[in-house]
């Protein structure tokens, strides 16, 4: 089933020169296996924390890992 709003988007692409449509259809997958990369990892770590695997996170190290990781201060 295809949302009106994808289906909108579709549309209106289809209007563009073919270079312009290959580049957002190259995206448009790109983000859907990230999406469904993602929904993945989440689903296997409700499992291990179901199972009980979970660990205690010390956030102040959370937080610096995410700096360090994406460059902000």
Not at 19 to 40: D, F, Y
Request: cysteine-free; aromatic content about 2%.
């Amino acid at each position: 089933m295809t949302t009106k709003t994808l289906e909108l988007a579709i549309a209106k692409a289809s209007a563009l020169p073919e270079a312009a449509q290959e580049k957002i259809g190259h995206e448009l997958l790109e983000n859907v296996e990230m999406l469904t990369r993602l929904r993945t990892d989440v689903e296997i770590g409700i499992r291990e924390l179901d199972a009980g695997l979970g660990e205690d996170l010390h956030m102040p190290d959370v937080i610096k890992q995410a700096r360090d990781m994406y460059g902000r201060s």
